[in-house]
């Protein structure tokens, strides 16, 4: 299984890169290591699994953080309601694709943290409040979907990361706190 030892942090070369796009129709390596880069997510949100193991709950991975320069992510959004169980968001993209977005933006009021980065890094990270990707899933199926809010921000975090991209490269340097005035601030 993934630990945080499989992790590599800020200043490793692999997280500058930009990686490769994934051969199809995917190997049964690439599909496996989706399987396991989810697994990671899945058992980072579990309380007991998580101080097992000592892994930092996270909703998103990108392979590159593994130090596998491809185009690979998984992203796990547990749901936020008690009474529907089902998660949000909880699939692995191969070579994803931002095909379109919205004007407006959006930040995460609290910033955001990354598995790659042993430090708090405050500011504001603005980006897309609406994307549209697309993508193939481990089935090699194509899908294009909408997405926007928290969803969008944790892909494109997760995009970044394939494209050498780390999230503190959007925050403002003179004044980390700077929003556009009509950013959307999610909680
Ligand atoms: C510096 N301030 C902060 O970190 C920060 C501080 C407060 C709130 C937010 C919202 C912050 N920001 C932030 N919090 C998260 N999590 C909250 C905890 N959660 C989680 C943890 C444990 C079990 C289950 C779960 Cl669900 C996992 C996800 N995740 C991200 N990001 C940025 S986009 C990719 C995503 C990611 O997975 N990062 C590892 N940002
Ligand atoms: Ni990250």
């Known amino acids: 299984?993934?630990?945080?030892?499989?992790?590599?942090?800020?200043?490793?070369?692999?997280?500058?890169?930009?990686?490769?796009?994934?051969?199809?129709?995917?190997?049964?390596?690439?599909?496996?290591?989706?399987?396991?880069?989810?697994?990671?997510?899945?058992?980072?949100?579990?309380p007991e699994l998580a101080e097992k193991y000592q892994l930092r709950g996270g909703v998103g991975l990108a392979a590159p953080q593994l130090n596998?320069?491809?185009r690979i992510i998984a992203i796990e959004i547990p749901s936020q309601s008690e009474e529907n169980p089902e998660p949000l968001l909880s699939t692995v993209m191969?070579?994803?694709?931002?095909?379109?977005?919205?004007?407006?933006?959006?930040?995460?009021?609290?910033?955001?943290?990354?598995l790659s980065v042993d430090r708090p890094v405050p500011g504001y990270v603005v980006r897309n409040a609406?994307?549209?990707?697309?993508?193939?899933?481990?089935?090699?199926?194509?899908h294009k979907i909408r997405l926007k809010h928290y969803m969008a921000i944790v892909?494109?975090?997760?995009?970044?990361?394939?494209?050498?991209?780390?999230?503190?490269?959007?925050?403002?340097?003179?004044?980390?706190?700077?929003a556009p005035e009509d950013v959307i601030f999610i909680q």
Do not use: W
């Open 155 to 178: 892909v494109q975090h997760e995009i970044d990361h394939i494209n050498g991209i780390m999230f503190y490269d959007h925050i403002n340097k003179e004044n980390p706190n700077y």
């Open 130 to 142: 609406r994307i549209t990707v697309s993508y193939y899933d481990m089935n090699g199926e194509q």
């Open 94 to 114: 191969y070579n994803p694709k931002i095909l379109s977005h919205s004007v407006q933006q959006a930040a995460l009021e609290e910033g955001e943290g990354c």
């Open 1 to 46: 299984m993934i630990t945080m030892d499989d992790i590599i942090r800020e200043g490793h070369p692999t997280l500058r890169e930009v990686a490769k796009e994934v051969d199809l129709p995917l190997s049964e390596e690439d599909i496996e290591l989706g399987k396991r880069m989810q697994e990671f997510l899945k058992n980072s949100q579990d």
């Open 68 to 70: 596998i320069s491809k």
